[in-house]
């Protein structure tokens, strides 16, 4: 099975700050990465497939990047809605996995 | 509008056998770039994948619980079923099934989730 390590597992954060959240595969994946936002009691949501595309109706504060078996996560400008746990998910090969989590609190 | 939703008992006693059904509207389960996924996520833990399957009958399985997971569809009813045999309190979770795009590379992506369905395993 592909490990998905993110860092860090969480983080605090105040408005207005950049944010960067890393997930290294334990092996190859190509661009064969996503990214998700959990709220408590929500449904995780889609904000990047393949890296680096955004998924249509999320902001444009989020951006993927990254290729091979490092990727990150970059919120520009954390907004209160903001706070909440993300995670990224590889689909190289099954299993899928997902990483660990990062939990963004307020600062 | 697509939407997902789950369905099935809040309760099971250890070593009983759970049936999850999620009923899927506004996309076609023949469709073969488009598949439904099993995920779940234990309280206070991270997500985890469970089980996938396609219009092709393409299943896939976690690795972990590949001996007591088996994945199906009726597409007439738009319904997935997820069964999950011998339940231990450890398997305790909301579960959450997913629609699941592919796209020409193969690449997939879970979009959008049911709301979810927490499941206790309690005597």
């Known amino acids: 099975d592909i490990q998905m390590t993110q860092s860090p597992s969480s983080l605090s954060a105040s408005v207005g700050d950049r944010v960067t959240i890393t997930c290294r595969a334990s092996?190859?994946?190509?661009?064969?990465l996503n990214w998700y936002q959990h709220k408590p009691g929500k449904a995780p949501k889609l904000l990047i497939y393949?890296?680096?595309s955004l998924q249509s109706g999320v902001p444009s504060k989020f951006s993927g990047s990254g290729s091979g078996a490092d990727f990150t996560l970059t919120i520009s400008s954390l907004q209160p809605e903001d706070f909440a746990t993300y995670y990224c998910?590889?689909?190289?090969?099954?299993?899928?996995?997902f990483g660990g989590g990062t939990k963004v609190e307020i600062k | 509008q697509v939407t997902l939703k789950e369905s099935g008992p809040v309760l099971v006693k250890p070593t009983e056998t759970l049936t999850l059904t999620c009923t899927v509207s506004?996309?076609?389960?023949?469709?073969?770039?488009?598949?439904v996924s099993w995920i779940r996520q234990p309280p206070g833990k991270a997500l985890q994948w469970l089980a996938h399957?396609?219009?092709?009958?393409?299943?896939s399985y976690s690795t972990s619980l590949i001996n007591r997971l088996t994945i199906s569809k009726d597409t007439s009813k738009s319904h997935v079923v997820l069964t999950v045999t011998n339940m231990d309190p450890v398997d305790t979770a909301t579960y959450y099934c997913?629609?699941?795009?592919?796209?020409?590379?193969?690449?997939?992506?879970?979009?959008?989730w049911g709301q979810g369905t927490l499941v206790t395993v309690s005597s």
């Open positions: 997913a629609r699941i795009l592919r796209d020409a590379y193969n690449r997939d992506w879970f979009d959008p």
């Open positions: 506004g996309f076609s389960l023949n469709n073969p770039r488009v598949g």
């Open positions: 399957i396609f219009s092709n009958d393409e299943k």
């Open positions: 092996q190859y994946i190509s661009t064969y």
């Open positions: 393949a890296a680096s």
């Open positions: 998910q590889q689909s190289y090969s099954t299993p899928l996995t």
